[in-house]
């Protein structure tokens, strides 16, 4: 009964006509940047998050949420028609999509992709909607011991999760957590890395960091493979699904929504993860696994089902928690900061009609995608088409004014540009940005909780291990490392992410 209750709060919130306004932008535009390939929501929100201070928070924060998972159908459509992932998460959808368009079956593979996607996304906002609760009552009963053993194993899960090497994630993240730590200490009032930069003294700004490596480092990375693109159909057509069709991608799409809600909360899992696991699941239940790869639907269904469950339930963590599973987390609980609202349990207590209108704005989110998305697909393949030597341009514009805007200094906008050089660098390197990004969020809260957990104890490191909660969390994080850096484990995960490429 209260659950309905809730919901109605934030059915109300929802349904005020400029949230769902800001709504069907967040999901159009979403949409849009996952169909042009590189340009992915962490650095869209990144470029958008300045043009939110003027906004509510509830309308901002819809907003924002609703171009990630828009960016989720987006991405299918790049994969489907032209063999390239606009999302990382949309990549294994290539295999099978790109198939079916090739024999005629483009229209069928869109229309799996969007109903998939509506179904997963439906039952990830209930997921949400029942499990928000009693885990931020839980998490009301954390004390700083906790949640720094929390924040521990969240790190360590973005490296056991996070694709490629162990060694390069873990070093990604430790270079998170010492830009993290640049600035002033709030304790001492020592400056910490600053190089003789006043400016650095309030520290850097995740905005900046964000827009360099995702955006600027994107667009460079992009302008390299330009040239190299599949022909592009000009027409699409055969939406409708059969009943045949309908028995075969059900099961897949019931069993990718449940993969993608569990692995969707776990830090580093989320939409990428989810739709791999999935596939590779479908593949192995298959009576006719040997159809995978040439074009089977059960391999459409599954990862783009799974992707949006994943993304969806990503925002379980940072609701309840305050804990980012991923850089757009981590973007999302800059935002809340940004308009004034503290991350974590209390959100729901303090700012019920902004918890459940954010809830239920996912559902109405998922509806306006289902409806729109197949009507639109015409100007979706067009936007594919455009050039990326044109594009590059305004997404460079967008980013300078986005950094100036932040503070108003030509210092952030360089300081954008060493991040976009290193953003590019560690893509040629094979680094993946998203566990520093991590790092980067949780290093300052970690060393709060830390200090706070050490006051109390008046300087005994040993209550995070004589707090049972506390002791679990380390435990799990100390075994789930152990357990990927054996090698078994260690050759399977390569061995995963080699069949991944």
Known sequence: MELLDHLSLGLQTCMSLSNLLYCLVGVIVGTAIGVLPGLGPVATIALLLPMTFGLKPVSALIMLSGIYYGAQYGGSTTSILVNLPGEASSAVTTIDGYQMARRGNAGKALSTAAIGSFIAGTTATFVIALAAAPLAEMALRFGPAEYFSLMVLGLVMSIVLGAGSLLHAAGMVVLGLLLGLVGTDVNSGTARFTLGFPELMDGINFVVIAMGVYGLGEIVANLQHENIREPIPTKVSGFLLTREDFKRILPPVARGSAIGSVLGILPGGGALLSSFASYALEKMVSKTPEKF??????????????????????????????LPSNPVMALMIGAMIIHGIQPGPSVMTEQPALFWGLIVSMWMGNLMLLVLNLPLIGI???????????????????????????????????????????????????????????????????????????????GDPMVLVTRPVSLAMLCVALVALLVVISPRMHKKREEAFQEEV
């Open 293 to 322: 790869g040439r074009g089977a639907i059960e391999g459409v269904a599954a990862p783009e089902s799974a992707n949006n469950a994943g993304a969806q339930t990503s925002f379980i963590p940072m609701l309840t928690l305050g």
């Open 380 to 458: 979706w393949v067009r936007m594919i088409a455009v050039p990326y030597h044109l594009l590059y341009q305004a997404i460079l514009v967008f980013c300078a004014i986005g950094a100036f805007g932040l503070s108003n200094r030509t210092f952030d906008l360089y300081l954008m540009a060493v991040f976009g050089f290193l953003g590019y660098i560690f893509r040629k390197l094979g680094c993946e940005p998203a566990p520093m990004m991590l790092g980067f969020i949780l290093g300052p809260m970690i060393e709060e909780y830390l200090r706070r957990a050490l006051q109390l104890s008046r």
